[in-house]
């Protein structure tokens, strides 16, 4: 079946304007989960959401930094007002849990150039 | 807290060599662990996963990680390294309780084959 998919995949902005990546997980998948892939911090998670609850947000950076996922399924992550800080590839992943056991299932990433 | 440390930011073998990928662990209570795969311009794919099950893990195109508990260990092997395994490799843990499963990564080792 078909996998995780996120659009754009390349994405050159300039500084302080407004950008949304677009996540779409595996049909059914329940979880969601962005992280940032940087240079400098490596891998980093980002936010979580699970079905109907109230989104994870502990590894966002800064207010700048929002995330939706609309019927339980599409994902968008807005960053507003960019900085170059914020260049890195932003991937996301879905993943169906049983009980305790889950694989996540990554994206190809957006990778986001801030100029 | 949890964290992951991979040793070795670059490792080159020769093709038909054993590949030999580092990562120890810090956690205080017993976790998942996992290792992905990274191709260039590509997201993450799963090699395999530790769930307190076998200690042996085996997972995809050949590759094993034994889970040392004593030595907080989660060491990738693959007995005769292809051309096609040159990628870049992340370990990962998550905490076995919880609801937000997010991973923890290491900073990730760069694998070189040469012919």
């Known amino acids: 079946g078909a996998g995780v998919s996120q659009s754009p995949s390349n994405k050159v902005t300039e500084k302080g304007k407004d950008v949304e990546l677009r996540c779409d997980p595996i049909?059914?998948?329940?979880?969601l989960y962005w992280y940032r892939q940087s240079l400098g911090q490596g891998l980093e998670f980002l936010i979580y959401?699970?079905?109907?609850?109230?989104?994870?947000k502990s590894g966002l950076p800064s207010d700048r930094f929002s995330a939706e996922r609309t019927g339980g399924s599409v994902s968008t992550l807005t960053i507003q007002r960019t900085q170059q800080e914020d260049s890195a590839v932003y991937l996301c992943?879905?993943?169906?849990?049983?009980?305790?056991?889950?694989?996540?299932?990554f994206g190809p990433g957006t990778r986001l150039l801030v100029l | 807290a949890q964290s992951v440390t991979q040793l070795g930011s670059h490792v080159s073998v020769s093709e038909g060599a054993l590949v030999l990928l580092r990562c120890n662990y810090s956690?205080?209570?017993?976790?998942?662990l996992f290792w992905y795969v990274q191709y260039p311009n590509q997201g993450l794919q799963l090699l395999l996963k530790?769930?307190?099950?076998?200690?042996l893990v085996k997972g995809i195109n050949g590759f094993e990680a034994e889970f040392k508990k004593s030595e907080t260990s989660f060491h990738l092997t693959k007995p005769s390294a292809h051309m096609s395994d040159a990628a870049e490799y992340f370990c990962?843990?998550?905490?076995?309780?919880?609801?937000?499963?997010?991973?923890?990564f290491g900073k990730g080792t760069l694998l070189t084959v040469n012919p």
């Open positions: 992943a879905s993943s169906l849990r049983k009980g305790g056991e889950e694989t996540q299932y």
């Open positions: 049909s059914g998948h329940t979880a």
């Open positions: 959401f699970q079905g109907n609850s109230a989104p994870d």
């Open positions: 956690s205080s209570v017993p976790p998942y």
């Open positions: 530790y769930t307190s099950a076998a200690t």
């Open positions: 990962a843990v998550r905490r076995s309780g919880g609801s937000n499963y997010k991973l923890t």
